[in-house]
């Protein structure tokens, strides 16, 4: 069984940073596309952010230029870096390891005050 926990949310005000971690109970070397999503009340979960296991990533264009996503094989984790945070950022952000036809996190609650 693959298990995902994110950690990190939490208030912040516009212009801050957080820094956002998904931590996974096997090694992730051997998991190909691990991704960031988010979902806002009333929203459709969207897509974040995407790392390969090659290191390319992938950004939504309202985060391009503020986000970065990382991952670290040996420490089981990949990060997400959020700058320049704005009150439309505001979301739970999940983790997805795409193994096993998909596997989430419970997600992890952003607020971005104004």
């Known amino acids: 069984q693959v298990y995902l926990a994110e950690s990190g949310g939490g208030t912040v005000q516009a212009g801050g940073s957080l820094r956002l971690s998904c931590s996974a109970t096997v090694d992730i070397s051997r998991i190909d596309t691990i991704a960031w999503y988010r979902q806002a009340p009333g929203n459709q979960r969207e897509m974040v952010a995407t790392i390969t296991s090659s290191i390319s990533t992938t950004y939504a264009d309202s985060v391009k230029g503020r986000f970065a996503i990382s991952r670290d094989n040996a420490q089981k984790r990949v990060y997400l870096q959020m700058n320049g945070l704005i009150p439309e950022d505001t979301a739970v952000y999940y983790c997805?390891?795409?193994?096993?036809?998909?596997?989430w996190g419970r997600g992890t609650q952003v607020t971005v005050s104004s």
């Open positions: 997805h390891a795409l193994i096993y036809g998909g596997v």
